[in-house]
């Protein structure tokens, strides 16, 4: 049996920062991965291929419409997914590479193979090939992420309906796509599929999509989306999708309603990823909702076993798995890993893209007993007509005592731009920072000052916004 | 015949067969190996099946205007697989029962097995690369939907996989003055039948993943384009062959490089080889 210090299994977000930040503190650290590539869902299926799509989305959606400017309108539509991919692929090669380079240059033992326990203190890993090995460990770190979610009644097949890992093995672009739900993943794929022409339905059971965001960062994406030909059925209850046998899937919904595409995709959310690690012989017993249950440092029950990333629930952010694997490296460690964040900023990566950090209006009302709101139209700010990116706004949300309490944002490098925000809320930043401030002219920034202004503006005339500032 | 006498005929037989060798070796360098036309619905589904735009009635149209081939599909739709309560007796019946892909993928075998897959001087050989032609493309359909690969993509590329097989057969005949025993007609199918099918793709400009497919299904790990594509199948036509050969054994699929190489644990396998009766049924209706 081959003992470790710690041996982490999954090599996502959060199991590679837990193994990094482990051997960095001397411990000799194994981690097990049951792919052929180091960085788990979110390199590979998740994270940054949706994102690399986007980008290029986004690119030959603009070339086009600048072609068309200047009176030169491309009759191709965008079809070549193949080239897509392909760069999308390239970037995912790099960043394994870049990956598994730093593991090695820890002195991370990888071992590539399906782990489950046998006990609180030993591994068996079965290897493609059927043959298996025992490791033993001090310490565990369970960081296997999590799977798609496949409801009953949604015959996901690969070929006609996909789930969000299957659904970048597309070869064309379909001529209509339905999407299901109205979470990040669906609607960053709705999206982008939009932007590159398909005739995309989202269908979700709730009046709009992303309801954890305020409604005018919603309101604007919809409105985008709308643009690029997308629709949005709330509300609906779907009780089937099948594909019909010949050309196309039916999303049949309560009431009696069908909607035919010729492909789907279901991204009703994704489950933890514990198959076959058998944790209850570890001594851990999942929740209702099949999570691992932490404390503040991210022990199990088992209080040597340790669990990141998906397997224990929301956010379920690559950027929030990174920093519970730090914080597991330092507690196993006996580091202080410093206070937790309280500002955890939320990024979509939509097209446009939305963001958000802090409070929204409605809990800062809640919490201060009234808000005090400023808008910034990226149309009003130069840098929106220089990049042809009018369609966002910022919405700052401010407490009586000119204390900003969270910023909201969509449109282009709406995730980039609220890292601003996140910073200032750190520092407890009040409407008066922004505005006595200089930010750099022209630039997407300068959205904080004229926002800002807007509250400002409110506040010294002595008005919040309407009947929103009512306790 | 003595050892001397014996030793001199093995001579001339191993001549013999250089002299093919080099043969066939100047007609492929020299791009002079004779190219079969892509059969004319063949060209049209393929043509479609990247970009699936056309609507059933063209796809009942393209296969009607050749009737050895819309009675073929007929007589498949109709087989015990496929065959519902009625008879079907018409193509675009045949496509609001069975669907345009599977209609399509019926269209795309029958048309490359009358056409292509034929050689009289070597029949069984062409019959049994047909027989694993059309298994490698259900099985690499299968592979492909395990390991989150274009699923569609994965059945083309198993399906032409040794289209250069009846092209090498084919030279043979033009070329030796009697056939080849199998075992010599199969050392040239090892040597040439990639090259000689990899002509073909690009003469018939067959999708990318396809050519690189034929080219470098014997050797995956070689392909630097559409690498994804190779090796699924390479993994369908693995298992493919172990069905023709015999039972399917999952602790023997396991072991193949191919299936190790897409990540699939024992588990996935065994999942994987649950598919066995429904490619056994689709592979006796297809052969129909």
Not at chain 1, 144 to 163: L, Y
Not at chain 1, 342 to 362: C, F, M, N, Q, R
Not at chain 2, 200 to 216: Q, S
Request: aromatic residues 6%.
């Amino acid at each position: 049996m081959n003992r470790f210090d710690v041996v982490v299994i999954g090599s996502g977000p959060a199991g590679q920062k837990a193994a990094v930040g482990a051997a960095k503190a001397g411990r000799r650290v194994a981690v097990i991965e049951q792919s052929r590539n180091i960085g788990g869902a979110c390199v590979h299926f998740g994270t940054i291929p949706s994102k690399s799509l986007r980008e290029r989305a986004v690119e030959r959606r603009k070339f086009a419409d600048r072609l068309a400017a200047l009176g030169m309108p491309s009759e191709a539509p965008i079809t070549d997914v193949a080239g897509l991919i392909g760069e999308m692929s390239d970037v995912i090669a790099a960043h394994d590479v870049y990956m598994a380079e730093q593991l090695h240059r820890n002195g991370i033992t990888i071992v590539r193979g399906r782990a489950s326990f046998l006990d609180a203190h030993r591994l068996r890993v079965t290897h493609t090939d059927g043959s298996t090995e025992i490791l033993g460990g001090r310490n565990f770190v369970i960081a296997t992420g999590s799977k798609p979610r496949m409801p009953a009644n949604v015959a996901v097949d690969h070929e006609t309906i996909f789930d969000s890992d299957s659904i970048l093995s597309l070869a064309y672009l379909p001529e209509s796509m339905v999407v299901l739900g109205g979470g990040v993943i669906a609607t960053e794929y709705a999206s982008i599929f939009a932007v590159l022409g398909v005739r995309v339905t989202m269908i979700d059971r709730f009046p709009t999509p992303l309801g954890f965001l305020e409604p005018e960062l919603v309101g604007a994406f919809l409105q985008a989306f709308a643009g690029y030909g997308g629709t949005f059925i709330g509300e609906a209850d779907v009780e089937s999708v099948v594909f019909d046998g010949v050309s196309a899937v039916v999303t049949r919904l309560a009431g009696g309603r069908e909607v035919r595409s010729e492909k789907a995709l279901c991204a009703l959310g994704r489950r933890s990823l514990l198959d076959g690690l058998d944790v209850d012989k570890a001594g851990i017993a999942v929740d209702a909702r099949e999570l691992i249950p932490v404390n503040e440092h991210h022990q199990t029950m088992t209080r040597h076993i340790y669990a990141a990333g998906d397997v224990i629930g929301p956010p379920s952010l690559a950027s929030a798995s990174m920093e519970q694997g730090r914080r597991v490296a330092c507690h196993l460690a006996g580091i202080d890993p410093g206070a937790q964040g309280e500002w955890l900023p939320t990024g979509i990566y939509a097209v446009p893209e939305l963001a958000s950090v802090g409070l929204t209006e409605a809990k800062t009302r809640e919490r201060f007993g009234s808000a005090w709101v400023g808008f910034a139209r990226f149309d009003e700010v130069a840098r929106g007509h220089i990049s042809a990116a009018q369609n966002g706004l910022l919405k700052m949300v401010a407490s009586p005592d000119r204390i900003v309490r969270g910023v909201h944002v969509v449109g282009e490098n709406a995730t980039e731009m609220v890292h601003i925000a996140q910073m200032g809320l750190i520092g407890e930043a009040t409407i008066d920072t922004y505005v006595e401030n200089v930010f750099n002219f022209p630039t997407f920034a300068e959205s904080y000052r004229v926002a800002a202004l807007a509250v400002a503006a409110q506040l010294d005339a002595g008005r919040s916004t309407g009947a929103k500032n009512v306790a | 015949m003595s050892k001397g006498a014996a030793k001199g005929a093995s001579q001339d037989v191993s001549a013999y067969l250089s002299g093919i060798r080099r043969h066939l070796t100047a007609l492929i360098d020299q791009g002079a190996l004779e190219l079969p036309l892509m059969p004319g619905v063949a060209a049209e589904v393929l043509s479609r099946s990247l970009d699936d735009h056309s609507d059933a009635a063209r796809l009942a149209q393209l296969i009607s205007q050749d009737q050895s081939l819309a009675s073929h599909v007929l007589r498949i739709v109709n087989s015990p697989l496929f065959r519902g309560a009625t008879e079907i007796v018409a193509l675009r019946q045949a496509i609001a029962r069975l669907g345009m892909e599977r209609i399509r993928e019926i269209a795309l075998s029958a048309s490359l097995s009358g056409a292509i897959f034929k050689q009289a001087e070597y029949q069984p050989i062409v019959d049994r690369a047909w027989q694993l032609a059309l298994c490698s493309a259900l099985w690499s359909k299968e592979v492909a939907r395990a390991c989150r690969r274009n699923v569609e993509i994965a059945y083309l590329c198993g399906l032409l996989h040794n289209v250069g097989v009846p092209l090498v057969l084919g030279a043979l005949a033009g070329v030796a003055k009697a056939p080849l025993s199998s075992a010599d007609a199969q050392t040239m199918l090892d040597e040439f039948s990639a090259r000689a099918g990899t002509l073909l793709g690009k003469n018939w400009k067959l999708p990318d993943p396809v050519i690189a497919t034929i080219e470098y299904i014997g050797a995956f790990a070689q392909a630097t384009e559409h690498a994804d594509a190779v090796v699924v199948a390479n993994a369908g036509r693995a298992i493919g062959d172990a069905m023709l050969k015999g039972p399917l054994l999952g602790s023997e699929i396991s072991k193949l490089a191919s299936i190790q190489h897409l990540n699939l644990y024992p588990d996935d396998v065994t999942a994987l080889l649950s598919a066995r009766d429904t490619v056994r049924q689709s592979m006796e209706s297809m052969s129909a």
